[in-house]
């Protein structure tokens, strides 16, 4: 008995998984509101429908998505045919092609392959094409070829890659047809999974750019960087050229022809005579570098100021390696000034030109200033400014080997100047201290950053203190609000509080690099008992930094155990609280400072907010 009934439970397991006969679906639409709907269908589909009888039949499933994608291909055609009656088609099709030039950037390929209206209009509109595009060889020569006679924009950041050799030499063969030219080499990191391309010879290219000494009518910017600057190699393909071993070398007879709208001209790390440099009337932005300078024929100063003199409209000037003489030449339009190159060059620039105080103008000069020097450098400067509301001292720098100033013309209320926040030479913007000057003020608010002996190298301490001296003696700080100091071995703090320490409106101090007994027991009074030179005077008896805000310490490292100094600097403050004012104290990416030491200083301080960036010990070991 209970066999069987372990057998009929058996059987009637298997029969609940046991195939099952599946009824017969016709897909047969009864004579409803749908079979209405149905008899407006096309007749191959309509037969396709009523045709079917087994919905599992591959046959008829195969059928069905032939007959889809035939439809889908005759509504692609309808709506190819619909778009030609859209609005924008009314169009004629110059405003058209001029529509399209607005879109190039980024859909110039697929506009052709919209409608065949579109493509007709597309190919045909020659200025659609004269930007050329250096991603496949075959696709700029087919952008050349549609170009037609239209004003040419080539611009090649690789101009030694033999891919392109064909193309770009077919393109200077059009110079009067050159608007704007960008030759430079490339810059990019290239893995060692690239196939290195041929590179061009000398000899092609420099007979490419012979072009560029016949006439060049329209051509209103010409930028040629023949160097890359110098880097790490490593990973890098060796086909890419870096250093200083194969510069370009411009043609004799370079621009000889004449460009007679030329507005903006960079020539850096080219071989090339300063008589080609043509004194066009309408250059405003002009970038000579050649460097090393050693190769260099430098012109004559009467040639140099000559050329000057023909280039009334120049806004943006930026020059390495050059010489001057004493002849005074107005450079009236002049707006950023950037020139690189020795001290003594410097001096000598700024003895033979007057140029505005609107002016922003950056320095870097190769050598340090001696006292002299100094005084001599920005007392010419001086003279060389013309009437004006002033310079505002942006950014000193000084190190072992280096000096660097930049002087930033004051703002004013209204701002027509895009790059009042960031300013650079042909579109190369430079760090900025937005920050420190409210936007819509004319305030006198200028901003300071010293750098002294950087990189742990030993720095002449007298230099630093003539350097420091200079300041005061060649500019009004009265209006100094920000002040940056980066030195890892510290500076004279007598002559740093003569010169900072009673400034009205200096109310943000940072101290960067070194230690917090570096930097800080600058902010102290000098006691008698305090080491100091008998040539600095010692500070007079007045609140020191009588306005100061805001400290901020970056990079500076507080020492492990019994070298730490979180304590040196709760005391230091301490003190300084005594005699002048601090409200905030912010701490970012100083080594060995953990969330105990901040919560050590905000018990010890508590009229002060303290910020951290939250950066541990143990990470901050590596900074």
Known sequence: MFMNSWEESQESHSSSFAPQPQPSVALRVPATEEGTKRSTYSLATKALLDGIGDATNPRYAEQLKQRVRALEREIIALKNGQNMFSSINHLPPEILGMIFELCINSVRKSITTICRHWREVAINHSPLWSRLSFCAPNYAAMMLTRSKGAPLYVEYNDMRDGHFTKVLCRALDHP???????????????????????????????????????PLPLLVTLKIVGITRPRDRSGLIDWVPTGLDDREKLPVDFLTGGASKLRRLTLEGCLFRWSNVPPSSRLTHLRLSVSPAAEYERPAADDFFRSLTQMPLLEDMYLAALHTGASPVDLSNIAYLHLDDSVAAVISFFGGVRVQKRSNIKLDCGDVPNDEEMGQLLGNMTQSWRDGPGLAVRSLRIDEDHFRIELLREREERSDDTRDAGWGTQGRVYDSYADDTPSGTCSRLWSINIFVGLDGEETDGNQIDAFTQSLSTHFDLA????????????YSRSLFQSTFGHLPSLTTITFVRGSPRTHVFGLLPIHATDEQPESIPPARPAILFPVLNSLLLETLGFGKGTHCEVGVLIQMLQQRLEVGPLLELEINACCHIGAKDVARIKAALPGVTVEWDFIHESDSEYL
Do not use: C, F, M, Y
């Open 176 to 214: 009067h047809r050159l608007w704007v030219l960008s030759l430079s080499r490339s810059d990019e990191k290239k893995t060692r999974r690239l196939k290195a391309p041929p590179l061009v010879p000398n000899s092609i290219l420099g007979a490419a750019l012979s072009k560029l000494s016949e």
């Open 479 to 490: 209006h100094l609000k920000s002040l940056q100091v980066e030195s890892h071995r510290g």
